[in-house]
């Protein structure tokens, strides 16, 4: 079970967070991506697909991520459901940075990712804490900095 830090907000167990996901990509896979995805506004956060090249087997993995836009970017972060650790999706795009997205509405993107720099990291944090009042809270619990990823379009 997850532990508890007192005075912060209530976080599921891993087991159910991680169930959670598992339920949203079936949903994305058996519908033909037609639901599980959400296009992120101002003020909440929106779901993408993100297929990525293991960094051991290099056989495509399909992920869903909560994502923001930034102008022509978009981010996210390395939250591992707000376990410990880096997940494996950001280590497989480390060892491979060219991705594909798939948005809400079908729109498809060739991004290249990686991390924010220290100039850009604390802005894209602050525009997700306005669609998230716990993100401090939750990204306290690990004892790793959650990392920021930025996806860039990949020239055609």
Known sequence: MAEEKSGGPWLPPRWVIRTA?????A???VSGGRFALQRAKPTKWGTMSVTVTGRRSGRERVV????LEDGPNLYTMAMN???EGEPDWWLNLQANPDAHVVLPG???REVRARAARP???DRLWA????????LDEFAGRRTTPTTVIVLEPRPA
């Open 21 to 25: 996901w598992a339920v949203h990509r």
């Open 27 to 29: 949903m994305y896979r």
């Open 64 to 67: 869903i991520l909560a994502y």
């Open 81 to 83: 459901g707000w376990g």
């Open 106 to 108: 079908g729109a498809h």
């Open 119 to 121: 100039d850009e990291h």
């Open 127 to 134: 525009l997700w804490r306005e669609t998230s009042a716990n």
